[in-house]
């Protein structure tokens, strides 16, 4: 079975599918680093754009399986959610806020809604909605930022990363997925390459700490 796709049942199960999927991602960007230093100048233009493609590419996938591997993670210890963080309540009526807010609804059903957020303290956190960690193709600040605020981590080591997260990678990843003339100057391939591996360490590291320190349950 590929480890991946196995359930991260111990901590170390979680710990090892994360680093092993971030491993694979950093050889591609690093392997791809290496061959546009070997490249003559108009293959390095070349492999500069496909760079913040699979840059991109790479933070948004990771940040996606590593989230949901985190839910899932917390999901098979069947813990009540009065034994929870808070936000795994808050987690489970989001869908449910959503539909409301963008249709008519009796009075009778919003009362409803409250009941059952008053009375679902004792039901067992079992299953994440899945459109909760969604990257949406378009993995900007805010979008990140409501992924860690799903898993319950603070988006404050973050802030200084947004700039590169919007326009750096996002902003002109679209614009070479739509076929503009993006230029990407060599002068930017560490930046580039250490910033992206970086962010992907950083999440990382925080799911893992909450996982070992057990942040997602109750204080």
């Known amino acids: 079975m590929v480890l991946s796709m196995s359930k991260p049942f111990t901590d170390s199960d979680f710990s090892q599918q994360i680093t092993e999927e971030r491993t694979w991602r950093i050889r591609e960007i690093t392997d791809l680093k290496s061959a546009i230093n070997r490249g003559d100048a108009t293959l390095q233009r070349v492999l500069l754009r496909a760079l913040v493609a699979i840059c991109y590419a790479h933070w948004e996938g990771y940040v996606r399986f590593s989230a949901r591997k985190y839910m899932e993670h917390v999901a098979l210890r069947k813990l009540p959610y009065s034994g929870l963080h808070g936000q795994f309540l808050r987690n489970l009526f989001l ?125």
Do not use: W
């Open 95 to 219: 869908p449910r806020l959503a539909a409301l807010s963008s249709s008519k609804t009796s009075l009778s059903d919003r009362c409803r809604l409250v009941e059952d957020i008053l009375s679902s303290s004792d039901r067992r956190f079992s299953q994440l909605n899945d459109d909760l960690i969604n990257t949406k193709s378009n993995l900007n600040f805010e979008v990140f930022s409501d992924i860690c605020l799903v898993c319950g981590i603070e988006t404050t080591s973050f802030q200084d990363t947004e700039t590169f997260i919007d326009v750096s990678l996002l902003k002109r990843r679209n614009s070479i997925a739509h076929g503009e003339d993006t230029l990407i100057g060599l002068s930017e391939l560490d930046t580039i390459v250490n910033n992206s591996i970086d962010l992907m360490r950083r999440f990382g590291d925080l799911l893992e700490n909450h996982v070992v320190l057990k942040a997602y349950k109750a204080v």
